[in-house]
């Protein structure tokens, strides 16, 4: 059984920065690609930033220079670092990552709660 727990989420003001963490446990062999989606109300979940087993990064154009994804391969963990955060970045953050038992599989984190005011 796989789980991921999310946290870190909140409410921030402009300019201001927030740190998500998404720690995985359960029966893991290894752990390659981790990533960040959130969801705004009436909109698409759209991939935010997604970290590879050799640390390759990509990020969505709306955070690039503002958001940095990282993880802890010990801790089984992922994270992200907002930064400079804007009200368009007020959603519900996921974390997704691809878990190998025996086979790869892919799982949700249950999301967290940004809100950035102005």
């Known amino acids: 059984q796989v789980q991921l727990v999310e946290s870190g989420g909140g409410l921030v003001q402009a300019g201001g920065s927030l740190r998500l963490s998404c720690a995985v446990s359960?029966?893991?062999?290894?752990?390659?690609?981790m990533a960040w989606f959130r969801q705004a109300p009436g909109k698409q979940r759209e991939l935010v930033a997604s970290?590879?087993?050799?640390?390759?990064?990509n990020y969505a154009d709306s955070v690039k220079g503002r958001f940095t994804i990282s993880r802890d391969n010990a801790k089984n963990t992922v994270y992200l670092q907002m930064n400079s955060l804007k009200p368009e970045d007020t959603a519900v953050y996921y974390c997704?990552?691809?878990?190998?038992?025996?086979?790869?599989?892919?799982?949700w984190g249950q999301g967290t709660q940004v809100t950035v005011s102005s």
């Open positions: 997704n990552v691809w878990v190998v038992t025996t086979l790869p599989r892919n799982y």
């Open positions: 970290i590879t087993s050799s640390s390759i990064t």
């Open positions: 359960g029966s893991i062999v290894s752990i390659s690609t």
